[in-house]
């Protein structure tokens, strides 16, 4: 049998201390649970935008332009985001390739089109 010491408070039980191989065995649930609960508050508290998994894996793994991976997530060809955002085909697939930056008011453009928020494309 475990011998476990209860600390009292105003009559009241307030700690229990108890040996370390106990500890060692529920230490990992609690922390467990701890980086449960932290999740579920940010998921929760968190009402932003959120970048797919396979756009942000397209960018990072396979280095694509954040226009053209999200446009891929999207199942947009070229012609169909152009015309969207309004923007001639050679210019989207310049930016897209990275023979252009792109100004400010047409990455703003490309955002509206993709429906992201434009910070996710001007940030790069």
């Known amino acids: ?53 396979a756009v942000v894996k397209a960018e990072f793994e396979e280095g694509l332009h954040p226009v053209r991976a999200s446009r891929e997530h999207r199942r947009l060809t070229q012609d169909r985001l152009a015309q969207r955002a309004r923007i001639s085909k050679a210019y989207l697939s310049q930016i897209e390739g990275g023979k252009r930056a792109g100004s400010t008011a047409t990455l703003r453009k490309l955002a509206g089109a993709l429906q992201v928020p434009a910070g996710v494309l001007l940030e790069r």
Not at 24 to 50: G, I, K, N, Q
Request: net charge negative; hydrophobic share 50%; charged share 30%.
């Open 1 to 53: 049998m475990t011998s476990i010491q209860i600390i009292e408070k105003d009559g009241q039980p307030a700690f229990a201390v108890v040996p370390i191989e106990i500890w060692e065995r529920v230490r990992v649930l609690v922390e467990d649970l701890d980086d449960v609960a932290t999740f579920d508050a940010a998921l929760s508290a968190h009402d932003e935008f959120r970048i797919p998994f």
